[in-house]
């Protein structure tokens, strides 16, 4: 057994512990063309094992946790001398017996197969990946991640931009710098993050087109017509414009999770699955009105605790799209063009804006961040905080009766 290498910063628990969380790995080298690394996280750290290939590039693996918190088993939780051990043996493979993953660089196509796998275990939404696999041009998904460029990936999106709107690109994207973010995250050789970051930046002023703030008497004019496109989707409607959730949240919303045993009722409506775990899903509470409140327990009726408060019509729960064609309907009833459900969350962030909601308890409670609310809603912002602003504005005419000729100017 070769000599073990020491590494004062490495060799304990208490010494790996009081280094900084980075990403990238603390290396040591064990020998010839060979590292041991040691990436702190804010749980336990990992050991990561780096080889030279002789050909003036080099491999990476990840080879355990470290026993940072648990007891080392030799296997899946190892000490400092005990990985060095796991490095040379995985060094002393045979090159032809090295996986896909433990050498070679995954394409722009792997990437998305493996982020795929990584929204499926967080309950993430697939279509994401589905929807850049649509327009993907096969030049691009086949290219190595860490050669990607700068201009190859503006040229993508330019392209796009001449048949989707702005905002279906910035949309698709998003999704494709997630992607590759979680590449490069994984395989410390990919070092041109900056390309992605430049070459997929998103369109300026896509958003805005389109935020349609509905005034209330539109509003209630659209709840009184699905109310009579039938009572289930009335339901739905109302609940959506008090709360401003998006339609998924919505469908996902329990019986239990109405509390209206109390004066002011809430309901607690599940976040979005935007980048979380299933299992970490956090509610939030949203208030309600009193009618409201009881419309939702007299259709909450005798089922259990877990079932889905929101129904469909004919009892089937909602899913994704299958409120669109019966909003079409109630919308043209109600006289109005140009929507869609997205509206009354709209119209509720910018009711609650004008209404003096702090601005970070309504990103809290649209389950949306402050600077998202600022990028998107600053007009209504702006005029909000006039409001605010002139109740502290000094006149020193207040009281006096000035007469103000045609152009407006005071005499």
Not at 39 to 61: L, M
Not at 121 to 148: E, F, M, W, Y
Not at 236 to 262: C, H, Y
Request: hydrophobic fraction near 40%; include cysteine.
């Amino acid at each position: 057994m070769p000599q073990h290498t020491r590494a004062s910063q490495l060799e304990t628990r208490t010494a790996r512990l009081k280094l900084p969380v980075a990403k990238k790995p603390y290396w040591v080298r064990i020998g010839d063309g060979l590292s041991l690394g040691y990436r702190r996280n804010q749980t336990a750290g990992t050991w990561v094992v780096r080889v030279a290939d002789g050909k003036g590039s080099h491999w990476t693996k990840a080879i355990g946790a470290a026993d940072d918190f648990a007891e080392a088993d030799g296997a899946g939780v190892l000490d400092f001398w005990k990985a060095q051990d796991h490095a040379r043996t995985l060094a002393g493979r045979r090159q032809d017996q090295i996986t896909e993953d433990d050498g070679k660089l995954a394409t722009v196509e792997q990437t998305l197969a493996r982020y795929e796998d990584d929204l499926r275990v967080r309950g993430g939404d697939l279509q994401n990946v589905a929807r850049i696999r649509t327009h993907l041009p096969p030049a691009l998904a086949s290219k190595t991640v860490a050669l990607l460029t700068v201009r190859e990936l503006r040229g993508w999106r330019d392209g796009l931009a001449k048949k989707l709107s702005p905002a279906a690109v910035n949309r698709t994207m998003c999704v494709a710098k997630a992607a590759l973010n979680l590449a490069a995250d994984q395989d410390e050789r990919i070092t041109n993050a900056r390309a992605w970051k430049k070459g997929l930046a998103a369109i300026p002023g896509a958003t805005n087109a389109r935020n349609v703030i509905m005034p209330e008497h539109d509003i209630r004019s659209l709840i009184a017509s699905a109310y009579r496109e039938s009572e289930a989707f009335g339901l739905m409607l109302e609940t959506a414009a008090v709360t401003g959730a998006r339609s998924s949240q919505l469908a996902r919303i329990e019986i239990q999770d109405l509390q209206d045993a109390r004066r002011d009722p809430r309901l607690q409506v599940p976040s979005s699955h935007k980048g979380r775990s299933r299992a970490k899903v956090a509610r939030i509470s949203v208030p309600i009105p009193l009618g409201l409140a009881a419309r939702l327990r007299q259709a909450a009726g005798d089922r259990p605790d877990d079932a889905q408060l929101l129904l469909q019509a004919d009892g089937g729960i909602w899913v994704k799209g299958s409120h669109r064609h019966a909003f079409d309907r109630t919308a043209k009833s109600a006289g109005l063009t140009g929507i869609s459900i997205y509206a009354l969350r709209h119209s509720a962030i910018v009711r609650d804006l004008l209404a003096g909601v702090p601005i970070r308890v309504v990103a809290a409670q649209h389950d949306t961040s402050v600077g998202q609310i600022e990028r998107t809603y600053s007009k209504h912002i702006t005029d909000h905080a006039d409001e605010i602003s002139r109740r502290a504005m000094l006149d020193i005419d207040e009281g006096k009766v000035m007469h103000l000729p045609v152009g407006g100017e005071r005499r």
